[in-house]
């Protein structure tokens, strides 16, 4: 098998990590885009070039608060744009090092990146997997981590249309039941993956 390297998107709040997390339960290795973003913003070049654009009040204690600099990216696209100039190419970069790595130790690779789309699919992902719910289910679920609905449909609006995500991916996940029904469906397509890339 020349192996499997998959990437997982999708949907604000459709359980995207929950479903890495599963196919992290199967031995696949995984890669999440979010924390290496998470460690960008730990890096003293990025920080300086944030603080020159938006100013010492992003911080606290020396550090980056990312919900901070969210409320500032996701409320105006010019801030968006400079944000993903600035941090995209390097994210890119380490993933596909990352990915060098784990495809020369022979392993399944996943990842979990919520641009995948936006920013332009890599070449090493074999297949796509678009992971969704209904909007009830997803609002539910932004709530218990602190965004309303407004905030919700902010986020949405910086992605490219679910339904065109959706017609660019391979496989398809509905997150509406309960996570055995998930762990039945991931399963079926982590199988099917593996054996379309043998």
Same mark, same amino acid.
């Given at each position: 098998?020349?192996?499997?390297?998959?990437?997982?998107? *999708?949907?604000? /709040?459709? %359980?995207?990590?929950?479903?890495?997390?599963?196919?992290?339960?199967?031995?696949? #290795? &995984? =890669?999440? $885009?979010?924390?290496?973003?998470?460690?960008?913003?730990?890096?003293?070049?990025?920080?300086?070039?944030?603080? *020159?654009?938006? /100013?010492? %009040?992003?911080?606290?204690?020396?550090?980056?608060?990312?919900?901070?600099?969210? #409320? &500032? =990216?996701? $409320?105006?696209?010019?801030?968006?744009?400079?944000?993903?100039?600035?941090?995209?190419?390097?994210?890119?970069?380490?993933?596909?090092?990352?990915?060098?790595?784990?495809?020369?130790?022979?392993?399944?690779?996943?990842?979990?990146?919520?641009?995948?789309?936006?920013?332009?699919?890599?070449?090493?992902?074999?297949?796509?997997?678009?992971?969704?719910?209904?909007?009830?289910?997803?609002?539910?679920?932004?709530?218990?981590?602190?965004?309303?609905?407004?905030?919700?449909?902010?986020?949405?609006?910086?992605?490219?249309?679910?339904?065109?995500?959706?017609?660019?991916?391979?496989?398809?996940?509905?997150?509406?039941?309960?996570?055995?029904?998930?762990?039945?469906?991931?399963?079926?397509?982590?199988?099917?993956?593996?054996?379309?890339?043998?």
């Amino acid at each position: 098998m020349a192996g499997a390297a998959i990437a997982i998107t *999708g949907d604000v /709040g459709a %359980g995207k990590s929950t479903v890495s997390g599963i196919f992290e339960s199967m031995g696949w #290795a &995984l =890669i999440d $885009a979010d924390k290496v973003v998470a460690d960008l913003w730990r890096a003293d070049s990025i920080i300086e070039a944030a603080v *020159g654009r938006w /100013g010492e %009040g992003i911080l606290e204690n020396g550090a980056v608060v990312r919900a901070r600099v969210g #409320a &500032l =990216i996701f $409320a105006d696209r010019a801030e968006y744009d400079w944000t993903m100039n600035l941090l995209h190419p390097l994210v890119r970069k380490e993933i596909q090092l990352r990915v060098e790595t784990l495809k020369s130790e022979g392993r399944l690779i996943v990842a979990e990146i919520q641009m995948l789309f936006e920013s332009g699919a890599a070449p090493w992902v074999t297949k796509k997997i678009f992971v969704t719910a209904s909007r009830s289910i997803r609002l539910k679920r932004c709530l218990a981590r602190g965004w309303d609905e407004a905030e919700m449909s902010r986020r949405e609006n910086f992605f490219m249309p679910s339904e065109k995500r959706m017609a660019l991916s391979d496989f398809v996940i509905r997150n509406d039941g309960s996570l055995d029904d998930l762990r039945e469906t991931v399963a079926v397509t982590a199988r099917a993956c593996k054996g379309e890339c043998a």
